[in-house]
């Protein structure tokens, strides 16, 4: 096999070390032959998320990565990914981003959460032209309009701890025309968040996640088909594009997610919020396949005197079929504790999702956090109207 290397092109070679010799056993493996003392340093999937294995110190680390940058003799990196404490070698992590940015980089992972500082990189990084995902974690990321070749290709955008300007979200969703995922996670905002991409063929995923400073959403995506948001509950603004109707007129279309498959929410904090609402947005999602309901630390009792009186009988007695779910085949209520309407969501699925193949109600494990025992002869007469309901502890 040793002298087989020998023989065989240096783009195969390349291809081969890229795709099955991780960053951490490169050097090891550099002692099979002659051939790979230089071509192992042609990988171009350069990983070092795994830099601190076998508890190596952070001078090892450095020291490890050094040498591979500095003796690397491919043409091309097509992966970089950093995990590591910035603090007193960013003038080494530079060098480090400048070279692969030389060599056609395709995806950039840099993740400094191990330390509390954001790094700011004095690299613009909207200025790459072959780059198609960029994941950076406490990492500043800053994007301008006036980037007529820059991340023109971009597909993956990941924000974590950063402060997200609206400046850079519109330049994004401006200059990226083949992006079909952004997620945000732990970052600051000024209030409102604005996705403008009525043209965007391609943007199927949304995921935002404790979101600081955030108030308002405004969304205006229709091929979007899975939209995660984990926070406190916010006004939602969605708005579509403006259709003529009969006699000429201008009419503004009520939303409706046409392409929406996953839906995930999770309820952390009091809000005025019933089935009603959830119902009331779900029935915009006509190819609605999954949904996720997480209550663990909320209760929907404070608003409980409002779906009684005027929202109940709307839901429970719907002759319309207005909130029927035909494409929907499986939920998950997670937190259920014992309370009444957290059954009443239990009973509207099994009721109005006639290809309904799973639902799954997931109680606490730790007794202390149900606040009354699960209601055993409800849930059996709920399972009259779908048999294959499974109730689990977490």
């Given at each position: 096999?040793?002298?087989?290397?020998?023989?065989?092109?240096?783009?195969?070679v390349?291809?081969?070390?890229?795709?099955?010799?991780?960053?951490?056993?490169?050097l090891r493996?550099?002692?099979?032959?002659?051939?790979?003392?230089?071509?192992?340093?042609?990988?171009?999937?350069?990983?070092?998320?795994?830099?601190?294995?076998?508890?190596?110190?952070?001078?090892e680390?450095?020291?490890?990565?050094?040498?591979?940058?500095?003796?690397?003799?491919?043409s091309?990196?097509h992966?970089?990914?950093?995990?590591?404490?910035?603090?007193?070698?960013?003038?080494?992590?530079?060098?480090?981003?400048?070279t692969?940015?030389?060599?056609?980089?395709?995806?950039?992972?840099?993740?400094?959460?191990?330390?509390?500082?954001v790094?700011?990189i004095?690299?613009?990084?909207?200025?790459?032209?072959?780059?198609?995902?960029?994941?950076?974690r406490s990492?500043?990321?800053?994007?301008?309009?006036?980037?007529?070749?820059?991340?023109?290709?971009?597909r993956?955008?990941?924000?974590?701890?950063?402060?997200?300007?609206?400046e850079?979200?519109?330049?994004?969703?401006?200059?990226?025309?083949?992006?079909?995922?952004?997620?945000?996670?732990?970052?600051?905002?000024d209030?409102?968040?604005?996705?403008?991409?009525?043209?965007?063929?391609?943007?199927?995923?949304?995921v935002?996640?404790?979101?600081?400073?955030?108030?308002?959403i405004?969304?205006?995506?229709?091929?979007l088909?899975n939209?995660?948001?984990?926070?406190?509950?916010?006004k939602f603004?969605?708005?579509?594009?403006?259709k003529?109707?009969?006699?000429?007129k201008?009419?503004?279309?009520?939303?409706?997610?046409?392409n929406?498959?996953?839906?995930?929410?999770?309820?952390?904090?009091?809000?005025?919020?019933?089935?009603?609402?959830?119902?009331?947005?779900?029935?915009?999602?006509?190819?609605?396949?999954?949904?996720?309901?997480?209550?663990?630390?909320?209760?929907f009792?404070?608003?409980?005197?409002?779906?009684?009186?005027?929202?109940?009988?709307?839901?429970q007695?719907?002759?319309?079929?207005?909130?029927?779910?035909?494409?929907?085949?499986?939920?998950?209520?997670?937190?259920?504790?014992?309370?009444?309407?957290?059954?009443?969501?239990?009973?509207?699925?099994a009721?109005?999702a006639?290809?309904?193949v799973?639902?799954?109600?997931?109680?606490?494990?730790?007794?202390k956090?149900?606040?009354?025992a699960?209601?055993?002869?409800?849930?059996?007469?709920?399972?009259?109207?779908?048999p294959?309901?499974?109730?689990?502890?977490?």
């Open positions: 096999m040793m002298k087989l290397t020998q023989k065989i092109p240096d783009d195969i390349e291809h081969i070390i890229s795709m099955f010799l991780p960053v951490k056993s490169l493996n550099r002692i099979l032959s002659k051939r790979f003392v230089n071509t192992n340093i042609r990988s171009r999937n350069l990983d070092f998320s795994g830099i601190y294995f076998r508890r190596r110190s952070q001078l680390a450095v020291g490890i990565i050094e040498e591979v940058i500095n003796q690397y003799k491919g091309d990196i992966r970089f990914i950093l995990l590591i404490n910035h603090l007193g070698i960013e003038d080494k992590i530079i060098s480090w981003i400048n692969c940015l030389g060599k056609n980089i395709q995806e950039i992972v840099l993740d400094f959460s191990k330390s509390k500082k790094m700011e004095p690299i613009n990084f909207s200025a790459v032209e072959t780059l198609q995902h960029l994941k950076l990492c500043k990321f800053e994007m301008v309009d006036d980037s007529p070749k820059g991340l023109k290709l971009l993956t955008l990941s924000l974590m701890r950063v402060k997200v300007m609206k850079t979200i519109d330049a994004v969703f401006t200059n990226c025309i083949h992006l079909e995922s952004v997620e945000l996670i732990n970052c600051w905002m209030d409102m968040l604005s996705i403008h991409a009525p043209e965007h063929k391609k943007f199927k995923s949304l935002l996640s404790s979101i600081r400073g955030l108030s308002v405004s969304l205006n995506a229709p091929s088909e939209f995660k948001y984990d926070g406190y509950a916010i603004n969605f708005a579509l594009t403006n003529y109707v009969g006699g000429g201008l009419e503004k279309r009520p939303f409706k997610f046409e929406l498959t996953k839906f995930h929410i999770s309820f952390k904090a009091p809000t005025f919020c019933t089935l009603f609402d959830i119902a009331e947005f779900l029935k915009e999602c006509p190819k609605l396949e999954r949904v996720v309901i997480d209550i663990q630390n909320f209760t009792e404070p608003q409980l005197p409002l779906w009684e009186i005027h929202q109940k009988d709307q839901i007695n719907d002759s319309k079929n207005s909130y029927l779910l035909k494409f929907l085949k499986k939920v998950k209520i997670i937190g259920y504790k014992g309370h009444s309407h957290e059954l009443d969501i239990l009973e509207f699925f009721k109005n006639p290809s309904l799973k639902l799954k109600l997931v109680m606490p494990k730790k007794a956090y149900i606040a009354r699960p209601d055993s002869t409800r849930i059996n007469d709920i399972k009259k109207i779908f294959a309901i499974k109730v689990t502890e977490v």
